[in-house]
């Protein structure tokens, strides 16, 4: 499961799957982009 976190404080944003960082972002609309890839990819 993809999910979208602030990370750890800052202004960033992180990109989670399983509880696994994959991605740190500076925009929300940048992590939401990933995760919208990455399911379609996935299917």
């Known amino acids: ?3 979208i976190e602030k990370y750890k404080g ?3 944003w992180a990109v989670f799957r399983d509880g696994e960082l994959l ?3 500076v925009y929300k609309r940048g992590a ?3 995760v919208r890839t990455l399911e379609a990819r996935d299917g």
């Open 1 to 3: 499961m993809l999910t």
């Open 32 to 34: 939401e982009e990933i």
């Open 23 to 25: 991605a740190v972002t």
């Open 10 to 12: 800052t202004r960033f």
